[in-house]
Every structure is written in C-alpha cells, then in structure tokens.
T-cell receptor
Framework: GDSVTQMEGPVTLSEEAFLTINCTYT??????LFWYVQYPGEGLQLLLK?????DKGSNKGFEATYRKETTSFHLEKGSVQVSDSAVYFC????????????FGSGTKLNVKP | SQTIHQWPATLVQPVGSPLSLECTVE??????LYWYRQAAGRGLQLLFY??????ISSEVPQNLSASRPQDRQFILSSKKLLLSDSGFYLC???????????FGDGTRLSIL
C-alpha cells in the first residue's frame, strides 16, 4: 500500500544553517505530494505541494522537488530561523482516491540562535 | 475566508466513558471532511472521511465512529473509550479531494 518515510528527528541546527529533511514515498500511480508544518500545540498547516513529476513546490523559503525516479520529495531551506522550529510532515494523496492522505511520522526541527 | 473550529481543545476522560468531539467549517459549502488521530511521537492516521451529509468512510476499524449531521459539521464519537484512544485528534477539510487539506487546531484527548 501507499506509504511515506521521513528521516527521524530531532534535527538540531543553528540559525542560518542549511536544512534538508528527507522524504521518500511508495505509491502506485502518480500521487500528489505535500509538506505540512505543525507548530507546538497547533494543527497542521500546508507548507507546499507538488502535483506531478519534476514540479517544485515552494513557500516561505522552503522548497521541495517531486522526483519520480527516486520517489522522493526532500524539503530544503537555505537559511533556517528560530521561528522555523516545528514538526514537519511529508504526505501523499492516493492517486486513486484523493481523499486518502498518508503522512510520514514527522521530523522535529529545533533551530538554536 | 474559510475557518475550521474544533472543540474542546483538551479533554480528560475516564476509561469506559463516551466521547463526542465536534468540528465545524465556516465559509465554504459541501466540503470534504476528515478526522485524523496523531498518537504520541507518530504521524497522522486517517480515521474517517466524508464527502457529503450522512456519507462516512471508515479507514481503520476501531472503537470510534463519525457522523455528519449537517453540511459543515463533523462529529467523532465513541460509546466506551479505551486507554488506546488517547491522542491528538485533528479535523480537516478540503474543497474537493484533489485540493490540499486544511486542519483545525486539534483536541488533545487523555484517557485515565
């Protein structure tokens, strides 16, 4: 079945460091891919998305490229801020039933000043 | 603009007690609605989704049920809570299945 695998955290970085959070997926067909962010005590917020191969989603300095050949959707940011500290979730939607979302286990990011 | 409300924000219940969590959406019509559970240190698990009034799809057989009595209202229920029902419950909506889902702030449920 469909699934998403994320790198385990926590990831601890200093402010202005480069961030990569790895995400790979398993799915039949062509799923849409998403990154969501969860700040402490809150629900999830959509960060970015990509709906087809080679698409690049971007928002707030974060980027991720849909790589079908490697079944990956790694999240990157060139210079992180303390305010980026949160849990990041990679997700896909089932291409045969878009109501079904599959989430990774989340990666906690701690950014120190 | 659209908003989603969940309540209560936190809830402490004894084992064997009933449960009712409510979610409402404003600013949109005929949304798709979703209930997820996030267990401690784990990702989200889709529990139920609904594409219309009275239409409920269950993804994981368990001690919970869902209902959609009105277009923008989605209720998660249990007749008898188990310890394993503890977790963070999130409601979400989308304009249609191909659109991103938008989440509420969640309900933290603790079972004693």
């Amino acid at each position: 079945g469909d699934s998403v695998t994320q790198m385990e955290g926590p990831v601890t970085l200093s402010e202005e460091a480069f961030l990569t959070i790895n995400c790979t997926y398993t799915a039949t067909g062509y799923p849409s891919l998403f990154w969501y962010v969860q700040y402490p005590g809150e629900g999830l917020q959509l960060l970015l998305k990509a709906t087809k191969a080679d698409d690049k989603g971007s928002n707030k300095g974060f980027e991720a490229t849909y790589r079908k050949e490697t079944t990956s959707f790694h999240l990157e940011k060139g210079s992180v801020q303390v305010s980026d500290s949160a849990v990041y979730f990679c997700a896909l939607s089932d291409p045969y039933n878009f109501n079904k979302f599959y989430f990774g286990s989340g990666t906690k990011l701690n950014v120190k000043p | 603009s659209q908003t989603i409300h969940q309540w209560p924000a936190t809830l402490v219940q004894p084992v064997g007690s009933p449960l009712s969590l409510e979610c409402t959406v404003e600013g949109t019509s005929n949304p798709n609605l979703y209930w997820y559970r996030q267990a401690a240190g784990r990702g989200l698990q889709l529990l139920f989704y609904s594409v219309g009034i009275g239409q409920i799809s269950s993804e994981v057989p368990q001690n919970l049920s869902a209902s959609r009595p009105q277009d923008r209202q989605f209720i998660l229920s249990s007749k008898k809570l188990l310890l394993s029902d503890s977790g963070f419950y999130l409601c979400a909506w989308s304009a249609d299945a191909r659109q991103p889902q938008h989440f509420g702030d969640g309900t933290r449920l603790s079972i004693l």
